[in-house]
């Protein structure tokens, strides 16, 4: 039996539509449609679909935005359907666009929060703190002989960690560059640096800058390198720069320093101390920078049990306001005085980071707005400097080696301070031409004068008189200067 529906020919619904006799209806008796999703559908009394709109005149919604760039707004359901996707969506993608950036700026503003804080706060943790006295730390060479001469030579040298040689420059001076290039540059800077000691061949070598577990110098440790290929040398070591990682410059961080200034002698140590300066910086600053200090040196004498030779080994403050470099001076010459007062002779070398002030018209300032150092204060009387003035001890780092560039910076600002009864011989600083340091070394000679009752108390003129000039084996060079004014 054939189930399917069919209409009476004559059959005729009650609205005047009619169905074709064979009961089918053809696509073009169906309303013209693009899409059944353009327009609403609803059933008529009968149950024919018909457009809900159809009995309403209607008008073409436009295909784009107008050119006014107002709103448009469609007043029923066909217009609707016809609007543009990008007309209905702009708006919302904008909002979703500045709701994903504001994340992503909140996000990475808290993690870069996290990241800062967190460093912060593991600098702090790991800060090195030293106390203000402690026993320096011991080489694996020792001296049994006790000084038995009253003519010594002192050799002073800032070695630059062997990373500051002829090519470099620094980014604290003016320059660029942060850490060396390449182990071999350090190798060979340190490798001409043991040429010049053992040239001088001096009794006692007071080294600053030196390394002995650092980024900048690839973890090499060069107090211990030194000490093993001089091999005549007791040593003592005092750390003054300890960060487990140095966070600046943020572009290509310095990263760990562990580096301090190491005292070398023929003779005999009986004790060594690292005595702490102030430190000028203060919180967070200080966590990542510089514990200056002083390594104090004790030289037992073979003929004399009463008395020893105190020496000491500095590196004062550098980029600092000046105050700094004048407290850590003026605890230096403390410490001096105290230890002549007991008797002892006193000898302190190294770098001031302050110039000496006879120098200053030689070598004057030729721009301030790059580093600067201080100027050195009188000394009490009986007291003296010895210094070259003539040639310069070290070289602004703003740009590599150019002796004949007019903006190569020269300064004089390591040499030696002495006690009244030390009497200055001669004084040179070696011209190495910087090319395996930013400094070139200070080479001292002097002799320990007899001791008197009235020496502690700075009545001691034979020694005073004896300590105004020396004699310079270098015809070019003007007379060493040792003054009880700067």
């Keep these: 039996m054939d189930n399917r529906f069919s209409a009476p020919d004559d059959l005729t619904p009650s609205d005047g539509n009619s169905f074709p006799a064979d009961g089918s209806l053809e696509q073009a008796d169906l309303p013209a449609y693009d899409d059944p999703s353009d327009a609403e559908l609803r059933l008529d009394s009968d149950g024919y679909q018909v457009r809900a709109d159809a009995d309403e005149p209607q008008e073409d919604a ?14 029923n359901a066909a217009d609707i359907g016809r609007m543009p996707a990008k007309q209905r969506s702009t708006g919302r993608k904008v909002g979703r666009g500045f709701a994903i950036a504001g994340k992503i700026i909140v996000a990475v503003a808290l993690a870069l929060a996290i990241l800062v804080g967190g460093l912060l706060g593991y600098l702090t943790v790991t800060e090195y703190n030293p106390a203000y006295a402690e ?5 694996t060479v020792s001296a049994t002989q006790k000084l038995a001469t009253n003519d010594i030579k ?3 040298f800032n070695t630059g960690y062997g990373g500051l040689g002829e090519d470099a420059d620094f980014f604290m001076d003016g320059g660029s560059s942060v850490n060396p290039q390449s182990k071999s540059v350090v190798t060979d800077n340190m490798i001409g640096i043991e040429g010049i000691l ?7 070598v007071m080294l600053q800058e030196v390394d002995d577990d650092s980024a900048r110098s690839f973890d090499m440790d060069q107090w211990r390198q030194y000490e093993h290929d001089l091999e005549q040398y007791e040593t003592r070591f005092a750390l003054n720069y300890s960060c487990d990682y140095v966070p600046y410059p943020l572009t290509e961080p310095i990263g760990k320093v562990h580096s301090g200034i190491a005292t070398y002698s023929k003779y005999d140590i009986s004790v060594a101390t690292r005595y702490s300066l102030p430190c000028p910086f203060s919180w967070p600053t ?16 073979e003929n004399d049990e009463e008395h020893e030779l105190v020496l000491i080994n500095f590196h004062l403050e550098a980029y600092d306001d000046g105050e700094g470099k004048a407290e850590q001076t003026e605890q230096l010459l403390k410490l001096m005085q105290e230890e002549y007062a007991k008797g002892n002779y006193v000898i302190a070398g190294g770098d001031f980071n302050q110039t000496f002030a006879d120098t200053r018209d030689v070598y004057p300032i030729k721009s301030t707005t790059e580093w600067v150092p201080g100027s050195l204060g009188e000394l009490p009387t009986g007291w003296s400097y010895a210094y070259d003035p003539v040639t310069p001890t070290c070289r602004l780092l703003n740009q590599p080696f150019h002796a004949g560039s007019s903006k190569t910076q020269y300064y004089v600002i390591d040499g030696y301070i002495l006690s009244p009864n030390v009497r200055l011989n001669d004084v040179q600083t070696l011209d190495e031409g910087f090319v395996y340091s930013d400094h070139n070394p200070v080479l001292l000679s002097v002799s320990l004068l007899p001791f008197n009752d009235d020496d502690a108390n700075g009545e001691n003129t034979e020694d005073a008189e004896n300590t105004e000039h020396s004699e310079n084996t270098d015809e070019s060079a003007a007379e060493p200067t040792a003054s009880d004014e700067p």
Excluded: M, S, W
């Design 154 to 156: 002192l050799l002073t």
């Design 62 to 75: 436009p295909d784009a935005e107008p050119d006014d760039g107002q709103h448009v707004f469609y007043t």
């Design 286 to 301: 200080r966590t990542a920078n510089l514990k200056r200090c002083l390594l104090v040196t004790r030289i037992p004498l």
């Design 135 to 139: 026993v320096a730390e011991p080489g």
């Design 198 to 204: 053992r040239e001088a061949d001096a009794d006692f």
